[in-house]
């Protein structure tokens, strides 16, 4: 029996962002553990429909909050983080916590949707060094850029990102609680997925690091779940966004069946064995 006892802890960067994250451990401490990164609109609370199944599995996980994004009013007009501070100061001090709780485990990054792009850009960001990891699991992700949609998803892609950022840019912040869409997010976040979007280049606010080069570098393991029928997350937008590491060493599973982009989650049956045999081949097993 595995153990699925949940350990809640804040996590702080030197900047002085703060994320909540959540530690499902297993019996055998040098289990790999897998950083879960969410969805653009699913809190980090939805996944406790996966965790227990990843238990089962044998898989240590660690869920990570979008920093204020679970806090009523945590985001606001103040609130100035994009993807480089998820993934570097964020990506960081998540990873030091999982090596303090787990010293000998390898740690994979499950990023699902726009938590798939976090999860890429840290790995890639951080090939050696205390932040390095072992893989990238991207689950129900893709590119934004609107030439790997259909003509539906293109204007949504196009139009849609960049209404998106205009509101956000307004506002202070995107008001998704308001709107009942997608939750309250930073508008630094929405710009950065927002630009993506309309021109396919990884250019995120602020950043110091070339992120194109760094992806191009990237040589890691990748794990890349596709779903049918995902609007959000078509197979052409998942191999746009391959394409910006192409020397990774990527496995591709297409599921069989339709699970839907959010659904999955708790429709996990088929998924968690796929996930499991992959990091026991490419991971655990190295």
């Given at each position: 029996?595995?153990?699925?006892?949940a350990?809640?802890?804040t996590?702080?960067?030197?900047?002085?962002?703060?994320?909540?994250v959540?530690?499902?451990p297993?019996?055998d401490p040098?289990?790999p553990?897998?950083?879960i990164?969410?969805?653009f609109?699913?809190?980090?609370?939805?996944?406790?429909?996966?965790?227990?199944?990843l238990a089962e599995?044998?898989?240590?996980?660690?869920?990570?909050e979008?920093p204020g994004?679970?806090t009523?009013d945590g985001i606001?007009?103040?609130?100035?983080y994009?993807?480089?501070?998820l993934a570097?100061g964020v990506?960081?001090?998540?990873?030091t916590?999982?090596?303090?709780?787990?010293?000998?485990?390898?740690?994979v990054l499950?990023g699902?949707?726009?938590?798939g792009?976090?999860?890429?850009?840290?790995a890639?960001l951080?090939?050696?060094?205390p932040a390095?990891v072992d893989?990238?699991?991207?689950?129900?992700?893709?590119?934004p850029?609107?030439?790997?949609?259909?003509a539906?998803g293109?204007?949504?892609?196009?139009?849609?990102?960049a209404?998106m950022?205009?509101?956000?840019r307004?506002?202070g912040?995107?008001?998704g609680?308001?709107?009942k869409?997608?939750?309250?997010?930073?508008?630094?976040?929405v710009?950065?997925w927002?630009?993506?979007?309309r021109?396919?280049?990884?250019?995120p606010?602020?950043?110091q690091?070339d992120?194109?080069?760094?992806l191009g570098?990237y040589?890691?393991?990748?794990?890349a779940?596709?779903?049918?029928?995902?609007?959000?997350?078509?197979?052409?937008?998942l191999e746009q966004?391959?394409?910006w590491v192409p020397?990774a060493?990527v496995?591709?599973?297409?599921?069989?069946d339709?699970?839907?982009?959010?659904q999955?989650?708790?429709?996990n049956a088929d998924?968690?064995p796929v996930?499991?045999?992959?990091?026991?081949?490419?991971i655990?097993a190295r």
């Amino acid at each position: 029996m595995h153990s699925t006892t949940a350990l809640e802890a804040t996590v702080t960067t030197t900047s002085g962002l703060t994320s909540h994250v959540t530690f499902i451990p297993v019996d055998d401490p040098a289990a790999p553990v897998l950083v879960i990164r969410p969805a653009f609109g699913a809190p980090a609370s939805y996944y406790r429909h996966l965790t227990p199944a990843l238990a089962e599995a044998g898989l240590a996980s660690l869920v990570v909050e979008y920093p204020g994004r679970e806090t009523r009013d945590g985001i606001g007009r103040e609130t100035t983080y994009g993807y480089d501070a998820l993934a570097t100061g964020v990506h960081e001090s998540v990873v030091t916590h999982v090596r303090e709780l787990r010293p000998d485990a390898p740690v994979v990054l499950l990023g699902h949707s726009l938590g798939g792009h976090v999860s890429i850009f840290a790995a890639a960001l951080h090939p050696d060094g205390p932040a390095a990891v072992d893989g990238v699991i991207l689950a129900a992700s893709a590119s934004p850029y609107w030439r790997g949609y259909g003509a539906p998803g293109r204007v949504r892609s196009f139009a849609g990102t960049a209404l998106m950022a205009t509101v956000a840019r307004a506002v202070g912040y995107w008001p998704g609680d308001r709107l009942k869409f997608w939750g309250r997010q930073s508008r630094v976040l929405v710009q950065d997925w927002s630009r993506m979007a309309r021109t396919g280049r990884v250019r995120p606010s602020g950043a110091q690091i070339d992120y194109e080069a760094a992806l191009g570098a990237y040589g890691g393991q990748v794990l890349a779940i596709s779903l049918p029928n995902d609007s959000f997350a078509p197979v052409g937008g998942l191999e746009q966004m391959l394409r910006w590491v192409p020397k990774a060493r990527v496995t591709r599973w297409h599921s069989p069946d339709d699970l839907g982009h959010i659904q999955w989650v708790r429709r996990n049956a088929d998924v968690v064995p796929v996930i499991a045999a992959w990091v026991e081949e490419n991971i655990a097993a190295r």
